[in-house]
């Protein structure tokens, strides 16, 4: 009951997230239509509207502006409450301002034209102005919503994720239950090819268990009597019988799920350079215009009202945040739209914003920095027995594995095939569970497992078991061959790094980041695949449920922390790192857990994406120093300053052309964005 009250609450929060992007969508095309007509029909460019009097066109253009401003743009004047409220100023309240005092004096040029033409002033509008600042940052604002819904999709895919059945066995008969009415002590039957629906332990079988969707390690791992079994992971080969130790919340799937929502719900969102000026920028912007409007209307030449009036509007319009919202949105979209060029998809702004300012990259090692599938990297030859080549002994374990559905009897076919082996059919093939395999091939018999396989049928292993100790000491996985109950040699496996693993560690550090591997692996064989990569810093032995306490530690440490991963059990740490960073090429979990996915898998992504974060931030910073320059130096020169020198006043009619052009220098320098080089 309370999993489906919890999914009930679920499915209520995303239709309410769903309803506020349609709303700010509606407001958005409605608000761009009507945006475009009022300037078309300012400038004069609609046919036959120059046919009407000046009268009757301003007040069309008003009656077109209203929903703009105030049903469009109604959000913003939350930022006028804010600052009666908390006397405290942001964006909006900016936004607010200047938005209003435009569409305010331009309704009373509409109506009162008179008022103006009486001392000379060329009555002129300014709906355009308004219109066009309020639906550029209401476009920022529907990027953002359309960011923060994806936030919960994550938890969804492991909710998925779980078995749906159990068949438990109660008074001697076999019985299918909802995986929600499985009690601890339950006894359950798993037959080969379905998923474990709880955690236990079993206690009767023998299989082998793909625990890659907990663990991310692709070799599967033989279970027996008294091991542990994982939920939601699939047991391959045997019937397993064992009893349920963990239900409900406490399965480690539900452990997971916790540790994603404990860590969306705790990264704090990035406070962006602008929004943190415009709290000091807004109040003094405010005061200029009042100080303005005062200075004229008292020592100002008649009519003073009217100069008080025009030059407080010019100071509130050319202050008007129309560059200073762009800035950031303009070299964000057009950074994210080189991302998704080049295989990157960045999620939101500050996840962008944020990754120039990294200084610790955490690898997860499998399906990451590896391929994530073994393959056969080593084989050796008993001196004497009755294999006399590596081609002999990889053709006869590959004949014995040819219909193993097991993924190192694969891997020994693949690598037997490449190198143009032709394979016989095994005569007999049986799969002993946790051990290996028993073959006849070319009526010799055939065993390939494990120590504990040779051991139990007496095969004289001599140096082949010190062969073994180093090989697991390189971080291979090493199997046994023995033919006619006689050694023949040892198959290893790898989980090979890719290809440009090394080089991406390499340039990482060029850039000045601290490297690092997590992986669950055993400290020997971390080292080996660290050395192997380049990275000094290896972080082993890490249960799946523990990676994100991990990641917590670097940031205690005061270390902005990518983490790049992409198996399920790497989502929590994901998403407890500063910038998630998910392999296209893993699960969905993992890409929803991320800020920033690798479309294509290819580890120059996390290198390109750095270089592109670095650069779009520096482009920020330009537009954002470029738009309070022309405010700092336009500001007093609306307010009037230079009048009493020389006689120049700025009209609003300026004051608007200027805030076009600083807004026209801002997105043309975002746009250099689109020329830059990646490699």
Known sequence: ?????????????????????????????????????????????????????????YIIIFILACPVQIWVGSQFYNGLVVVFKYRTADMNTLVAVGTLSAFIYSTFVTFFPDFFIKFGIEPHIYFDTAAVIIVLILLGRFFEAKSKSRASSAIKKLLKLRALKAIVIRDGKEEEIDVDDVAVGDIILVKPGEKIPVDGA?????????????????????????????????????????????????????????LVEEAQ?????????????????????????????????????????????????????????????????????????????????IKDAPSLELAHRLNIIVFDKTGTLTRGEPEVSEIIVKKGSLINTSEQLLYIAASSELYSEHPLGKAIVKKARDSGLKLKEPQEFISIAGKGIRAKVDDREILKGNLKLMMENKVPLGNLEKEEQKLSEMGLTPVFVSVDNKPAGIIAFADALKNNAKDVVLRLKKLGLEVAMLTGDSRNTALAIGRRAGIDKVISEVLPGKKSEEIK?????????????????????????????????????????????????????????????????????????????YNIILIPVAAGVLYPFFGILVSPIFAAAAMTFSSISVVSNSLRLRRLSLK
């Open 1 to 57: 009951m309370d999993r489906k009250s919890k999914l009930t609450l679920e499915e209520r929060k995303e239709l309410i997230e769903k309803e506020i992007q349609k709303k700010l969508l509606q407001k958005l095309v409605v608000g761009a239509f009507l945006a475009i007509i009022i300037m078309l029909s300012s400038m004069n460019l609609i046919p036959g509207l120059s046919l009407l009097s000046i009268k009757i066109r």
């Open 202 to 258: 079993i206690i009767e079988g023998d299989s082998a268990v793909n625990e890659s969707m907990a663990t991310g390690e692709s070799i599967p791992v033989d279970k027996k009597s008294g091991d542990e079994v994982i939920g939601s992971t699939i047991n391959l080969t045997g019937f397993l019988k064992f009893r349920a130790t963990r239900v409900g919340k406490d399965t480690f799937l539900s452990q997971i799920i916790r």
């Open 265 to 345: 719900a705790s990264k704090a969102p990035i406070q962006r350079l602008a929004d943190r000026v415009a709290s000091y920028f807004v109040p003094v912007v405010i005061l200029i215009a009042l100080v303005t409007f005062t200075v004229w209307l008292i020592w100002g030449p008649k009519p003073s009202i009217t100069f008080a009036l025009v030059n407080f509007v010019s100071v509130l319009i050319i202050a008007c945040p129309c560059a200073l919202g762009l800035a950031t949105p303009t070299a964000i979209i057009v950074g994210t739209g080189r991302g998704a060029e080049n295989g990157i998809l």
């Open 553 to 629: 530690k670097l940031q205690k440490e005061k270390k902005i922390v990518a983490m790049v991963g992409d198996g399920i059990n790497d989502a929590p740490a994901l998403a407890q790192s500063d910038i998630g960073i998910a392999i296209g090429t893993g699960t969905d979990v993992a890409m929803e857990s991320s800020q920033i996915t690798l479309i294509k898998g290819d580890l120059y992504g996390v290198l390109k994406a750095i270089i592109l974060s670095r650069n779009t931030v520096r482009i920020i910073r330009q537009n954002l120093f470029w738009a309070f320059f």
